[in-house]
């Protein structure tokens, strides 16, 4: 191995345990414990462990990483099939659970082995034995029974054949054989397109043509920057793959871990019902003291009629009647002196808002808040809208127990 290899080939499979570390955190804080969840996981470890050794021998030398890489991915096989099992809620057939655990047994005996004695022969088994493993259970998934799943766990199926599709012919890169030796290996671009497949179904919201359409404009992207950089550093096209495959992955981790931290910022919005949900004595003011927990709110004042008496309250009143969910570009200073849209725009400019909402109507309570511009949208005013709601709801409920 050259040294642009050995670089290249570190940085890719560094840039693949990222994404899957990143993935790991996911599925953790996402907290299920069914079975293809813990499949998936069990599964992601293996390929760290299997990842991580690689790149640990070829820097060291130490044999030690390399029986720790080649029983990792003596392993795969097995694993990739108990994944599909765990996601259909079926078991393989006979013929492909022995077949597999077979092949397991072969190859861990065979990593135990001087490699003087099985090499080449150990890769060539190794190599047909993960790619059966992976199109085994890539049919199982085409051919499943989909009247036994449900939507969404047919969904969920649908998404997994897609890595499957790219993993099969980059693994085969990942092989070095007399005569056989490309570039850069890119199994670590096929495991990061998984890791960010599996991440996206948190968000649930784009579809296979969507995904496919997001990867290409990724490996466009990272053709042309590779492609300008070997062109400005006159590299040779050896150098030239080399660089696009760490631009490629590179560019697929940034987009594991944009995804995560959007993720994680739904669930923050999804915790705000859990803590709803889980406060059956919730009032208003209550409400209002956990939404300033919430990143959005947390420097919202809430104007009681003390704050609000130098200003008309009946006119205040009537347009927050008529929308509850009120912003400043929509109240100029210019409207007619002691009009209610004048006293609207006091307030908004009295306190530096950009929104305010009212939170309860007698007495007459609002929300104000200052959201800056390039954040500010129509899924925030939708979310503020429903908080508004929650609150109303809350001290009306609260009222009529007091009455």
């Known amino acids: 191995?050259?040294?642009?290899?050995l670089i290249a080939d570190s940085l890719v499979s560094i840039s693949a345990i990222g994404g899957l570390a990143v993935v790991t955190s996911v599925l953790r804080r996402g907290g299920s414990t069914d079975i293809a969840t813990r499949r998936v996981r069990f599964g992601l470890?293996?390929?760290?462990i299997l990842l991580g050794a690689r790149v640990l021998s070829?820097?060291?030398g130490i044999g030690l990483f390399s029986a720790a890489m080649f029983i990792a991915a003596a392993l795969m096989p097995l694993a990739t099939i108990m994944i599909a099992e765990g996601l259909l809620r079926r078991h393989a057939g006979p013929t492909v659970k022995y077949a597999s655990l077979a092949a397991t047994i072969v190859l861990l005996v065979l990593a135990l082995c001087p490699e003087s004695l099985v090499e080449p022969g150990r890769s060539w088994f190794l190599c047909a034995a993960q790619l059966a493993g992976f199109a085994l259970a890539g049919w199982m998934l085409l051919r499943?029974?989909?009247a036994s799943l449900t939507a969404s766990e047919n969904w969920l199926v649908d998404r997994m054949i897609l890595p499957l599709v790219l993993i099969l012919p980059l693994l085969l890169t990942d092989f070095r054989f007399d005569g056989f030796d490309l570039p850069v290996r890119l199994g670590g671009i096929a495991i990061l397109f998984t890791c960010w497949i599996v991440v996206g179904m948190g968000r649930g919201h784009f579809s296979q043509s969507e995904t496919i359409r997001a990867f290409l404009v990724l490996a466009a992207s990272a053709c042309a920057a590779g492609i300008g950089v070997a062109v400005m550093e006159g590299l040779s096209l050896t150098g030239g793959v080399q660089t696009v495959a760490v631009i490629f992955a590179a560019c697929l981790l940034a987009a594991i871990f944009s995804d995560s931290q959007h993720l994680a910022s739904a669930e923050r919005q999804r915790s705000l019902l859990a803590h709803i949900a889980g406060q059956g004595t919730m009032d208003a003011a209550g409400f209002l003291a956990m939404l300033r927990r919430i990143w959005l709110v947390e420097d919202a004042l809430t104007l009681e009629a003390a704050d609000l008496k130098d200003f008309d309250g009946q006119a205040l009143a009537a347009l927050f009647e008529r929308d509850p969910v009120r912003r400043a570009g929509d109240f100029r200073a210019t409207w007619a002196a002691g009009s209610p849209e004048e006293q609207m725009a006091a307030l908004f400019e009295r306190y530096g808002a950009t929104h305010i909402l009212m939170a309860d109507r007698q007495p007459l309570t609002l929300l104000a808040l200052k959201i800056p511009g390039m954040v500010s949208g129509r899924a925030i005013e939708t979310?503020?809208?429903?908080?508004?709601?929650?609150?109303?709801?809350?001290s009306e409920r609260h009222d009529g127990h007091h009455s």
């Open 383 to 394: 979310e503020l809208r429903a908080m508004q709601r929650v609150a109303m709801l809350l």
């Open 144 to 146: 499943r029974d989909r």
């Open 1 to 5: 191995m050259t040294r642009a290899q």
């Open 45 to 48: 470890w293996l390929v760290m």
């Open 58 to 60: 070829w820097l060291t």
